[in-house]
């Protein structure tokens, strides 16, 4: 599974608030700068 999928799946687990929140977050990252690469690393961690 590549990091895009891996952060999708983990944002969609959150529970309560969290889940908007990173989602929203990612979305105003994603539009500052729509070639930003997306990792998974650190032990399961995304950056």
Known sequence: ???TKCI???IAKL???RRKTFAELRTIIR???PQII???KWMG???
Do not use: G, K, R
């Open 1 to 3: 599974m590549n990091a």
């Open 8 to 10: 999708d799946n983990l």
């Open 15 to 17: 529970p309560d608030w």
């Open 31 to 33: 539009d500052a700068d």
């Open 38 to 40: 997306e990792e998974w």
């Open 45 to 47: 961690t995304p950056v």
